[in-house]
C-alpha cells in the first residue's frame, strides 16, 4: 500500500526512535518544556505560519531566505518540538488550519534539505558543508600539528562553550548555538582514515536574552580538528556525537577560531576555557535567580531568539508576542502529557505518544 504522507516522516521517526531511547526526560532544565509548550502550541505555529506568508509576499529568494536560518541541529530541534506542538493542538481541540501546518512543516524541512547535504535527521553524521566548502578550507586554514595536550585542551574548550551555551539557551534551545559537523572525509595525506569534524559555538554573548552578557568578550568559537583512525557518529543532534578511538592519541591537526582570529598556542586555549567555564558557573546562577513566572517567560524570548534573523527578514518582531506571555501567565506546567520514561518505550508507542502518528495523518488528509 503505497504511503499518503512524505517519506521524510518515517526518515524522522527512525532518527528520533533511537534519539529517545536515549535520552531521559525528566532531566530537561531548567523545566521540562514538554510541560510548558501546551500552552501556547497554537500560537506558536500561527506565529511562524505569518512568518513564512510574510517572507514569500516579499518574494525574497529562498536561498537568501535559508542563509539566515540557524544551523541544521537547531532547525531539527524546531521541527522535533513542533510536532509535539502540532499534537497538543489536535488534543486540545485548538482551531488550527491543517493546510497551514503542512505549509510550515514543508518549508523547514525544505530549509533543512538545503543546509544539509545529506541524512536530514542526523541518524549517522551531520554534513553540512559541500566538498568544494571543505577542500576550501582545508586549504585556507593554517593548521598547527595536534598531541594529546592540546587535544586534551580542546576537549575542556568544548566543556567550557558548551556548558556556556547551555545556560544561555536552555536544554531545548541549546543547538541554536551548539552543533558538529561531519565526519568529512579526507585524503589519505593525513593517514590511513583521517576526518575532519567541525565543532561551532555561536551566540556566547547574546544579549538579546541577557544584558550581562555584554561583557562576555566571546561571541563565535569554530574549532576545526583533523583526527586520524577515529569513527564519529551522530545522533539527531549536533552535539549528540559519539567517537570511537583515541581522541588524543589522534588528534592530527587543529585550529581554533574566536570571533575571526585563530588561535593555536596552548595557554591561549587554556585561558579561554577557564573563562568560558566562569562565565557558564554566572549565568546558572542568573537562571537559579528567576522565579517560575520569570523562567517561563524567559524560555519563550529563547524560542523566538533561535529563529530571530528569520523573523527579522519576514518583517516580524522576533520579541515574543504579548498573548504568548498572557496564555502562561499564573499556569502551571500541564504534567501527565508526555511520558517521561521514553527510555524503555518502544518506536510504536514514541510514534502514539509524541505526535509522530498525528503528522501521518495531517499529510493522509
Not at 241 to 248: C, M, N, S
Request: hydrophobic fraction near 40%; include cysteine; glycine fraction near 4%.
Amino acid at each position: 500500500m503505497t504511503k499518503k504522507y512524505p517519506k521524510w516522516i518515517d526518515e524522522y521517526a527512525n532518527s528520533v526512535h533511537r534519539l529517545f531511547k536515549n535520552m531521559d526526560f525528566r532531566t530537561l532544565q531548567p523545566l521540562n518544556c514538554f510541560q510548558l509548550h501546551p500552552l501556547y502550541s497554537d500560537l506558536w505555529i500561527r506565529f511562524l505560519f505569518l512568518a513564512i506568508r510574510r517572507l514569500k509576499e516579499k518574494k525574497l529568494a529562498f536561498n537568501k531566505a535559508v542563509e539566515v536560518f540557524p544551523n541544521p541541529t537547531s532547525i531539527r530541534a524546531i521541527i522535533k518540538f513542533l510536532i509535539p506542538h502540532y499534537y497538543n493542538t489536535v488534543l486540545d481541540h485548538k482551531d488550527v488550519d491543517p493546510k497551514k501546518v503542512r505549509e510550515v512543516f514543508n518549508f523547514l524541512i525544505k530549509v533543512l534539505k538545503a543546509k544539509n547535504h545529506r541524512d536530514i535527521f542526523a541518524y549517522q553524521e551531520n554534513i553540512c558543508h559541500t566538498k568544494s566548502e571543505i577542500l576550501n578550507i582545508i586549504n585556507k586554514i593554517e593548521w598547527y600539528e595536534g598531541n594529546p595536550m592540546m587535544a586534551r585542551a580542546l576537549g575542556q574548550l568544548y566543556l567550557g562553550a558548551s556548558t556556556l551555551i547551555n545556560g544561555l539557551m536552555n536544554d531545548w534551545c541549546t543547538d541554536c548555538g551548539l552543533d558538529v559537523w561531519g565526519p568529512y572525509k579526507l585524503s589519505k595525506k593525513y593517514g590511513h582514515s583521517p576526518i575532519l569534524v567541525i565543532r561551532d559555538f555561536n551566540y556566547l554573548q547574546p544579549v538579546e536574552l541577557w544584558s550581562a552578557t555584554r561583557g562576555h568578550r566571546v561571541n563565535h568559537i569554530t574549532v576545526y580538528a583533523i583526527y586520524n583512525n577515529v569513527e564519529m557518529k551522530v545522533g539527531y543532534f549536533g552535539c549528540h556525537t559519539i567517537f570511537k578511538g583515541d581522541l588524543a592519541k589522534n588528534l592530527i591537526k587543529y585550529a581554533v577560531k574566536v570571533d575571526g582570529k585563530f588561535l593555536y598556542k596552548l595557554d591561549e586555549i587554556e585561558k579561554l576555557s577557564r573563562s568560558l567555564i566562569k562565565l557558564s558557573a554566572q549565568q546558572y546562577q542568573r537562571v537559579r535567580n528567576l522565579n517560575f513566572e520569570a523562567l517561563k517567560r524567559k524560555i519563550i524570548q529563547q524560542e523566538f531568539f533561535q529563529l530571530k534573523s528569520f523573523f527579522q527578514i519576514a518583517g516580524l518582531d522576533y520579541h515574543p508576542p504579548s498573548s504568548f506571555y498572557k496564555r502562561i501567565k499564573n499556569k502551571k506546567l500541564m504534567k501527565g502529557r508526555y511520558p517521561l520514561d521514553t527510555q524503555a518505550m518502544s518506536g510504536k508507542q514514541i510514534d502514539k505518544h509524541f505526535g509522530i502518528n498525528t503528522l501521518r495523518d495531517l499529510y493522509s488528509k
